[in-house]
C-alpha cells in the first residue's frame, strides 16, 4: 500500500474528509488487516514511517484532527500523544461535539458479504486501570 500524500486542507484530500488516499486504497484488501507497524502503508507519522492505518474520522470542531506529529511508529508499535477530546457528540445536554484527534481507521469494502473482525489484543497491549 502507498504512504499517502497528505495535502494540509481535508477539504482537498481525495476522499474528503476520512482520507486522503484515493477511495480504491482505503479498505483493507478481503477485509482483513494486519497492522505490523513495519512499512504498513497508508497514513504515516512524523517521520514519514507507515502507520498502517488508511483514513481517520472527521471532527465537529476544526480541520486539524489529522496530526502526524503526534504519531511515532517505531520498533512495530505505534505511540500515540493524545490531546484533549472525545470522539462523541451530544451538543444539547452537554455542548460537547466531536474533537478527538487521530481517530484512525481503516475501510472496509461494505458490498462484500460479511465482515471479519478480530476482537483480541496483542498480549502486549497497554491495559488501563
Avoid at 24 to 41: H, L, Q, V, W
Avoid at 43 to 49: E, R, S
Avoid at 87 to 111: C, E, F, H, M, P
Amino acid at each position: 500500500m502507498p504512504i499517502a500524500e497528505v495535502p494540509e486542507d481535508p477539504a482537498t484530500w481525495a476522499t474528503s474528509p476520512y482520507s486522503p488516499l484515493p477511495a480504491a486504497e482505503i479498505s483493507a484488501a478481503g477485509n482483513t488487516r494486519e497492522i505490523t507497524f513495519d512499512a504498513d502503508g497508508g497514513l504515516h507519522d512524523a517521520q514519514d514511517q507507515d502507520t498502517g492505518f488508511t483514513m481517520v474520522q472527521p471532527s465537529s470542531a476544526n480541520n486539524d484532527y489529522y496530526l502526524p506529529e503526534l504519531l511515532d511508529v517505531a520498533d512495530g508499535k505505534l505511540t500515540i500523544t493524545t490531546t484533549k477530546g472525545i470522539a462523541y457528540s451530544n451538543t444539547g445536554a452537554t455542548g460537547l461535539i466531536n474533537q478527538q484527534d487521530n481517530t484512525l481507521g481503516v475501510g472496509v469494502d461494505a458490498a462484500r458479504d460479511a465482515l471479519l473482525e478480530d476482537a483480541g489484543r496483542p498480549s502486549d497491549a497497554a491495559v488501563l486501570p
